[in-house]
């Protein structure tokens, strides 16, 4: 049974394979079946999770003002044909993927402005069907990818969401439509650093970090700390298979922060000396849960069992209206996992790539509204989706 | 809240005694709580001798048909409270026995909008505070009684007011008034009519608390007495009679305004004999007494409107059950009311319309006292009566207010409904299995549409007696050819390993995250957490309420006691016949339950899927709608 319907209602099922999908609907395919057929992904791995595992090599703050600067001068697109405006939309949206210090989110964030400010319509209506089309092709691009889809419905909530659309003049409206559209890249843009403020708070001298995953939140709060010569070692569990664990190591070698890697199972096993735990997020659900890199589950869980407080840095624009009961109750989303030898032919191997972590594990989440509970996200999402 | 029992006190092992004891409590300040008293502020037994203690003795008169009622017993022990009870009494009576008087306190008139009795509150606790016992060394300790439930009525005025109540058997009581009248007389000497004449406005007050009409011998030696403030209660009493409805969730252990409340009723009920000593407070009447004395008075009623006198009736005999059902039959009787309403002369169509609904929704009450749904939707009819502009013509108005209950209707059930449908069948997987408690009618709806997405589950209809509402919901779901079992709940924990979603309707969802729904949610809530099974409950958003509820006991409705006495059918069971009076036995037939939010995964509604703990933002952002549309 590895077909699952994502509680979120996602467009894929009008927009993309129509086809792939109602063999599956109709039948639960064979056991037996490998996951690879069945998947109705058109990349059988994730792009999401491919372009992170490019990102890993290559952290500077270089890319960041080059990013900021790029906004600023980027010219007016001017695409009558509207046959190219996906294109376009997809194009802006590498463009500024492919930097590897802007999350996913906030590229396309940046390049739904950008449709903003390149579109032609001249009424309220045209542009908003504009941009719904924009963003659901967005969204196609990757399915599995929470924060982007999640990101894409907030601005166009946050957007859409203004008195300016009653204004008579339309070239007004929009103007203002366009500065709610950069705010919010803004705002998006700047919640890493707010975060890394607001969690100074939690570290204090002498205390011991355990990180999972290879979250530039993450990084960027433990940055902050060190920048504030704060006292403190970190403990990065491997991370396999992407190797997150050695990568952050790095990073924060060079910060001059004590770093002691563990392999996964190790866990349990440092949790006595460790104080807190942290961790980012590929996305925080309704409930107050968040869904992170595989093995997030797992650490939260013996963190909770030894009464270690789990902290979750997430930016705001991370927060989908998805509501998972169960592990499997999220749009499959699955990597290739090299065990260092070949795999004999009969055996499966579970490649999913993220987990969920139920809220009642969690004890705040750091997120550039603020420090919360995790019961705050419904509220916030009940709030923008009345 | 730690109850300590008393090891001496337990004469009558009905009678629990539970709190804090104190020998005395020489209080002459008033004092929120505790303060010493025992019963309720009957003005004829205020003493002027300024002795502290325990303020009034004359109980309240019982009930004339029951001589067997049971001592009242303090609830507080029990498992419920975390509600704030805080009882307790021990009294030595002259003559040596023990009264339990842990009483269930009621607010004085807490929700009479009349001003009629400015300071009530204050008042008739100072009158308890002020009188005393006679030297009989009696010593008691006040009971406070504050439901949670309470704390969202009108809090304005009568807020301070704490009346005291007790009960005690009959000969405790007279003997307690021969005892104070002794004591009385002796304090009268003293000159106390001073104390009587400034407690006459307190007169008043008790007048609302106590029973001005009851002709029960206790209450007339007690109100020969209180010779002073006899005139006041006459005034007060016509007073009384053009107040509203009483309020919808009034305290039935209180027994004068349960009499005043008689008065005025249309629906004549009759008490029910044997009351279980917790649920004192809530209702209960004789079943099935009423049903023809009103539909013989079907045509003869002129202040009711024949739709509102149908939906009562239907009520009554329990053809429309459920919280949209009854919701919306009322707003349809409402909605034919407006259609045929004129307004009098000289009266404006706001208060007047307004005092009609009122009317009619004391009436429903008397019928079957309301649901949350159907409190919900009276306060937005009113608010919209309220809010129509005076400038608009009759007609206009009625048609304005015709279309808002329609938009109502449509916008909060029915396509609240289709909204839940959508999200919940989200949730519903090929391979599943979805357990499923009593009737609910979202939770229906969600079955049938992923029958027709053509989801392949299937159903386990959880049943109970006496009401069996999942037979109901089977036929319909059989019908449809969803593949079902059907079992009752002594077996839920048996079935459960196999269970993988457990969807629940409700009746309410409350503040605090707890799910108000039919009897028996809460045991299979409970069990589904234990095996780790999701818990969806699927209610409409208009059925939320600001108030926090922490147990079943504080507020819930009594239904038929037979009922569960007897097993329809099965005559050769009947082995309760004939012992329905019996003193000793006490039929509980609970219609609603609490289950904490701790055992709901998520909680289904209009506005999406939501964690519980998200109710109260809903709750909030509902009310802002409101008051803007």
Known sequence: MWRRSASFVLDKHHNNKPISLTPSLDSPPPLSDSMAEVNPNPNPVSAYYQTRAKHHGIVTSDWLEQAQAAVVRYPDKDSPVAGRRPFSVIEEFDNWRQQPDLAEAVAAIRALAAVIRASEATTMMELEIELKKASDTLKSWDTTSISLTAGCDLFMRYVTRTSALEFEDFNAAKARVLGRAEKFGEISYKARKIIAVLSQDFIFDGCTILVHGFSRVVLEILKTAAQNKKLFRVLCTEGRPDKTGVLLAKELAKLDVPVK??????????????????????????????????????????????????????????????????????????????????????????????????????????TDLGVLTPSVVSDELIQLYL | MESRRNPRAVVDPKVRQVGFFTSSQPDSTYQPDPIASESHPVVSSISPSGNSLSPVMIPPPRHNSSDTFPLRAAAAASAVSPSSFSYSTRRDFPDGSMTASPGRVSRASFSKPSSSLPGVGMDSMAAAKSSSVPASGLTTVSVVNMPPGLSEKESDQKKNSKPLKEKTTKAERRALQEAQRAAKAAAKAEGGKAPLVSSGSVASTNVKVTKPAKPSSQKNDVAAVAAGPSEKKGGQAEKDRKKDAPHPRMQYDDESRVVKAKRRAVVKQTEAKNRVELFRHLPQYEHGTQLPDLETKFFQLDPMHPAVYKVGLQYLSGDISGGNARCIAMLQAFQEVVKDYSTPSEKTLNRDMTAKISSYVSFLIECRPLSVSMGNAIRFV????????????????????????????????????????????????????????????????????AHELKKKFRVLVVDSRPKLEGQLLLRRLIKRGINCTYTHINAVSYIMHEVTKVFLGASSVLSNGTVYSRVGTASVAMVASAFRVPVLVCCEAYKFHERVQLDSICSNELGDPNAISKVRGREDINYLDGLTNNANLQFLNLMYDATPSDYISMIITDYGMVPPTSVPVIVREYQKEHSLV
């Open chain 1, 261 to 366: 890697l563990l392999i996964d199972s190790a866990v349990a096993y440092s949790m006595d000396e460790v104080d807190m735990v942290i961790f980012g997020a590929d996305g925080v659900v309704e409930s107050g849960g968040v869904i992170n890199m595989m093995g997030t589950y797992q650490i939260a869980l013996v963190a909770h069992t030894m009464n270690k407080p789990v902290y979750v840095a997430a930016e705001s624009y991370k927060f989908a209206r998805l509501y998972p009961l169960d592990q499997k109750d999220l749009e499959p989303a699955l990597r290739p996992v090299d065990f260092g030898v070949p795999v004999p032919p009969k055996v499966e191997v579970e490649r999913s790539a993220r987990d969920y972590t139920p809220p009642q594990y969690l004890t705040m989440l750091f």
């Open chain 2, 382 to 449: 009113k608010n919209r009566i309220a809010k129509l502009p005076i400038t608009l013509s009759e007609s206009e108005a009625k048609a304005a207010l015709q279309s808002d209950i329609e938009r109502f209707i449509n916008e909060k059930i029915v396509m609240a409904d289709t909204v839940i449908v959508k999200h919940a069948v989200t949730k519903i997987r090929d391979g599943d299995v979805l357990l499923t408690y009593g009737s609910p009618t979202a939770v229906e709806m969600v079955l049938l549409h």
